[in-house]
């Protein structure tokens, strides 16, 4: 079956580094986002890793490892408006040949002064 | 360019009544998605199409939900009756997919209020 994990909350310090970590288990994977979605709005796209290693994108960087199922996102020098849920999601192929995107439970990050 | 366009932002209905979604995607994103995301979780896929035709909806509670894309643009989203656990947001989503286009764009979602 397909099962994603990554810690319900986590709270950091504005300023600081943090990571959230992502475990999958799935079929026909074809790739891992990271989404952050605020409080009542809609998620937004941060990040896609298909290969292993790292992707770097400004205070934010992605890392996968295909072998381990793992994936854990990146955010450095915290700010106030990072304060959000952080959705893992893997890209599943089935048989119809197109993608389709599983998501974790989110991670709600919280930044404290 | 402008982005996904879903209406009603809000509803509140009564449990048995019946709700319909719309939804608009990025002009030439054939892949729309509909999501179902309850309070504290992450979205669930409800149903995808490919153009005008269903890719997937495993997951789609057929005895309530109907879901169509005419023309392979617009897409409605249908519950009839609606119950209680149906209280969401409803969340459409598009893709490019051809050309490794991969990545889908949300809509603003529709918060439904079942009473």
């Known amino acids: 079956g397909q099962n994603i994990d990554q810690p319900t909350e986590m709270t950091a310090t504005e300023g600081a580094i943090v990571q959230i970590n992502c475990t999958y288990q799935t079929s026909g994977f074809n790739g891992l986002f990271w989404y952050q979605q605020h409080a009542g709005e809609a998620p937004t796209f941060l990040s896609y890793n298909v290969l292993d290693g790292l992707e770097e994108k400004g205070r934010f960087s992605s890392f996968l490892s295909r072998s381990k199922g793992y994936s854990y996102l990146l955010l450095k020098e915290l700010q106030m408006k990072d304060s959000a849920s952080y959705l893992c999601a893997v890209r599943s192929y089935g048989s119809s040949n197109t993608g389709k995107l599983i998501f974790g439970q989110g991670t709600t990050l919280q930044v404290k002064p | 360019e402008a982005g996904v366009a879903q209406s009603p932002r809000y509803k509140i209905i009564e449990k048995r009544q019946s709700v319909a979604f719309w939804c608009n995607p990025i002009s030439g994103h054939a892949t729309l998605y509909w999501y179902q995301q309850i309070l504290g979780q992450g979205p669930k896929l409800l149903i995808q199409?490919?153009?005008?035709?269903?890719?997937?909806d495993s997951q789609l509670p057929k005895d309530r939900f109907s879901a169509e894309r005419l023309k392979g643009v617009d897409s409605t989203l249908k519950i009839q009756p609606a119950k209680l656990e149906d209280s969401a947001v409803y969340l459409c989503?598009?893709?490019?997919?051809?050309?490794?286009?991969?990545?889908?764009?949300f809509g603003p979602g529709t918060r439904l209020t079942v009473t």
């Open positions: 199409f490919q153009n005008n035709g269903v890719v997937d």
């Open positions: 989503a598009s893709s490019l997919e051809r050309g490794g286009g991969y990545e889908q764009y």
